[in-house]
T-cell receptor, first 112, second 111 residues
Framework: DVKVTQSSRYLVKRTGEKVFLECVQDMDHENMFWYRQDPGLGLRLIYFSYDVKMKEKGDIPEGYSVSREKKERFSLILESASTNQTSMYLC???????????FGSGTRLTVV | DQQVKQNSPSLSVQEGRISILNCDYTNSMFDYFLWYKKYPAEGPTFLISISSIKDKNEDGRFTVFLNKSAKHLSLHIVPSQPGDSAVYFCAASAAGNQFYFGTGTSLTVIP
């Protein structure tokens, strides 16, 4: 069964902490994405990557960075967590051509 | 600016009846559309897709209709079942680029 795995289902972090959200896919997909889901705002793209070591800003990159050192792994980094980054974070992957994404189960991050 | 809009945040339907979820988009370059279903505390799962060369695609109880002139698509679920209760997102892309998602519609199917 093909999968996108996010390392944590729930996280609680303090304001100002550096936070790492990890995502691994086993489908040899070229493309990987980080979204956040907030009530009334839907899914908003933070960053995406077409290939190893490549990254592109999405619609809301401020306060975030990403790392993709290996094809299967895409990390989202909150350099200094703030309360407005409390959200559900979803990782997704797809093969070239964007014929649909496979999503992970999500990480519910709470920043206190 | 939201390029894909789902104007109904929620919808309630009796079991066995039809559920119709609507989605509007503004970018005429969008040529591929998806519907995803999301349960609480889970990631979205792919439901059905349609490309702009078609105006209808059917998969079991699920049918997606595309009206390009109106920039509108809809998802029909017939008959609706309690297990269909979830949040539904539509998404659109242009020429193989990133997908833009709507804000979601929460469907409740009442037994």
């Amino acid at each position: 069964d093909v999968k996108v795995t996010q390392s944590s289902r729930y996280l609680v972090k303090r304001t100002g902490e550096k936070v790492f959200l990890e995502c691994v896919q086993d489908m040899d997909h070229e493309n990987m994405f980080w979204y956040r889901q907030d009530p009334g705002l839907g899914l908003r793209l933070i960053y995406f990557s077409y290939d190893v070591k490549m990254k592109e800003k999405g619609d809301i990159p401020e306060g975030y960075s990403v790392s993709r050192e290996k094809k299967e792994r895409f990390s989202l980094i909150l350099e200094s967590a703030s309360t407005n980054q409390t959200s559900m974070y979803l990782c997704a992957s797809s093969r070239q051509g964007f014929y649909g994404y496979t999503f992970g189960s999500g990480t519910r991050l709470t920043v206190v | 600016d939201q390029q894909v809009k789902q104007n109904s945040p929620s919808l309630s339907v009796q079991e066995g009846r039809i559920s119709i979820l609507n989605c509007d988009y503004t970018n005429s370059m969008f040529d591929y559309f998806l519907w995803y279903k999301k349960y609480p505390a889970e990631g979205p799962t792919f439901l059905i897709s349609i490309s702009s060369i078609k105006d209808k695609n059917e998969d079991g109880r699920f049918t997606v209709f595309l009206n390009k002139s109106a920039k509108h698509l809809s998802l029909h679920i017939v008959p609706s079942q309690p297990g269909d209760s979830a949040v539904y997102f539509c998404a659109a892309s242009a020429a193989g680029n990133q997908f833009y998602f709507g804000t979601g519609t929460s469907l409740t199917v009442i037994p």
